[in-house]
């Protein structure tokens, strides 16, 4: 039962590896480029700031829900184009492993020392 169990463990972590991509850095490098600095910077009128640590992570998961249906809604007019699905994921396994709730919150100050 103990090999079944290290199995699964490793297959899990191993999944979520390769799922996060090459760099451990790309959802936050993305995240800053097409939403941060794009949008909520807290320098737009009708965009409110965010960081990852603005949400819970049930709430960040709600955003991203239903092949992203809220964000479409909410960003009218927003060409997200740009934008590859392993992208949408990358930024949304960003936001959740940094939201209010995780072990590693971050606000948007604290993502400003990480990017490059």
């Not at 960003?75 to 209010?100: P, Q, R, S, T």
Request: aromatic letters at 14%; hydrophobic letters at 35%; charged letters at 30%.
């Amino acid at each position: 039962m103990k090999k079944v169990l290290i199995f699964v463990l490793v297959s899990f972590f191993a999944s979520m590896t390769i799922y996060a991509g090459k760099s451990p850095d790309a959802g936050r490098n993305i995240w800053k480029k097409y939403c941060r600095l794009a949008c909520h910077d807290g320098k737009k009128v009708d965009f409110p700031k965010l960081a990852p640590n603005s949400k819970t992570q049930e709430q960040w998961k709600n955003v991203f829900a239903n092949n992203r249906k809220y964000l479409m809604d909410v960003h009218k007019g927003i060409d997200f184009g740009k934008l590859k699905d392993i992208d949408w994921k990358k930024i949304e396994m960003f936001v959740v492993n940094h939201a209010y709730d995780s072990n590693q919150p971050e606000s948007c100050e604290t993502t400003e020392y990480f990017v490059k």
